[in-house]
């Protein structure tokens, strides 16, 4: 069973950068991709960020292009996610997310992290 459990969010003015991680575990993770989602307030979940554990190809939604990182720690079984410059419509709840690499859809998740971003 995967399990997959966040930190790092908090509060964050306009233009500021905060560092979030996933804790991974359950699983040799050789044969997943890694990703994270958002969900605002009112809004759909969506896409941020993902990234292939076996080959380290990543890719992002265009809202975060040029701002966020994604990356992974091999040794640690941990997932991260660098945001820069950050807007105040980056603000949501965070969540790390697993699938196997060949699967449709994420079907693991964790709880979730708030990053609030002021104006």
């Known amino acids: 069973q995967v399990e997959l459990v966040e930190s790092g969010g908090g509060l964050v003015q306009a233009g500021g950068s905060l560092r979030l991680s996933c804790a991974a575990s359950?699983?040799?993770?050789?044969?997943?991709?890694m990703g994270w989602f958002r969900q605002a307030p009112g809004k759909e979940r969506e896409f941020v960020a993902g990234?292939?554990?076996?080959?380290?190809?990543?890719y992002y939604a265009d809202s975060v292009k040029g701002r966020f990182t994604i990356s992974k720690d091999n040794a640690k079984y941990m997932v991260h996610l660098q945001m820069n410059s950050l807007k105040p419509e980056d603000t949501a709840v965070y969540y790390c997310?697993?699938?196997?690499?060949?699967?449709?859809?994420?079907?693991?998740w964790g709880q979730g992290t708030q990053v609030t971003v002021s104006s």
């Open positions: 997310a697993a699938a196997v690499a060949s699967s449709r859809s994420f079907d693991s």
């Open positions: 359950g699983r040799t993770f050789s044969s997943y991709r």
């Open positions: 990234i292939m554990w076996s080959s380290g190809i990543t």
